[in-house]
């Protein structure tokens, strides 16, 4: 019998049914970032390393990278800041409390095209609420991909969600303004590939 080596991958707490995310990175009552699938880390790491002010909490599928990560963060000496958990996105932030995290993060998403895995896809029609409702006011929600369809339905699910508003004039920005990039997007760069930026807050007060 094969044994997954992974079995033991951080998960969230599994008593009662929500979970503070502030409570995972000891913030108390600051609200924490949040990444939704960090792979290999490098977004994570370089975002802890631009401010000293960042808590982050980052929720990946693939138990794998999850575990490696979560050790590397207590290596590098992060683990009172950060955490990355081996779980799905959708259903964890519907776990979490309302106005809990100041800031989402999204990076190239959803590489799933065939239509059995549309249930997959992570940035789907009530993804937008659900960020929507774990933002503080004014807090902001990034997604960026290289792939232009992708682009152009995420940009019409958030902006048909009450509630969220686009940072500058247009949803649409040239620039990453975190001073940290995933892995994925410093190969797109790399590869030349176009990438497709939103920047969206909800709405203050």
Known sequence: MRIDPYAHAPRLPIDGEIVDPRDLVGTGSLPVELEIGPGRGGFIFERLAA?????????????????????????????????????????????????????????????????????????????????????????????QTDVAERAEAYNSLLAQTEGLEPVEASSWVKENPYGARSTRERRAIADGLPIYRLRYRKKPG
């Open 51 to 143: 401010t000293d002010q960042a808590r982050m909490i980052g929720l990946e599928i693939r138990k794998k990278w999850a575990t490696l990560v979560d050790a590397r963060l207590r290596q590098k000496g992060y683990g009172l800041r950060a955490r990355v958990f081996a779980e799905d996105a959708v259903n964890a932030v519907a776990r979490f409390p309302e106005a809990c995290v100041s800031a989402v993060y999204v990076h190239f998403p959803d590489p799933w095209w065939k239509n059995r895995h549309q249930k997959r896809l992570v940035m789907a029609k009530d993804m937008g609420k659900s960020l929507l409702r774990v933002l503080i006011p004014g807090g902001e929600l990034f997604v």
